[in-house]
């Protein structure tokens, strides 16, 4: 007999992933949301593990979806965009650069640039 529960894992697993990267979340930022430990995220993704309901649903409500789209067939989930991945850490740097941007402004000094060529 085939090993469908592999295949079910192997389908979830890509689905987590696929999900997590269109809202631009880093394992272990689902891994926080969902309060699992960020490797345990990693091998569902692989589909190593057998996971249980509870926790695919934990999963499911981190990503704001119903838990059934874990278990979509892969052309019923939006695939991934091809933009980078802006986490949480990168939106922090960001807005600490227009902090400081703002800041030059309104002291009416000028930002050196540089070339990098």
Do not use: C, W
Not at 9 to 21: A, K, P, S
Not at 32 to 57: D, F, M, S, W
Not at 79 to 97: F, G, M
């Amino acid at each position: 007999m085939r090993d469908n529960g592999r295949a079910v894992r192997l389908r979830v697993g890509l689905n987590v992933r696929n999900l997590r990267i269109s809202r631009g979340l880093s394992q272990e930022r689902l891994a926080e949301r969902a309060k699992r430990p960020h490797k345990y995220i990693g091998q569902v993704e692989r589909g190593e593990i057998n996971v249980t309901v509870n926790k695919l649903a934990a999963i499911a409500a981190a990503l704001s979806v119903d838990i059934s789209e874990l278990f979509a067939g892969a052309a019923e989930i939006e695939p991934p965009s091809r933009l980078p991945v802006i986490d949480d850490r990168d939106i922090d740097l960001i807005e600490r650069a227009l902090r400081v941007v703002e800041r030059l402004k309104q002291s009416g000094r000028t930002i050196a640039r540089t070339s990098n060529s």
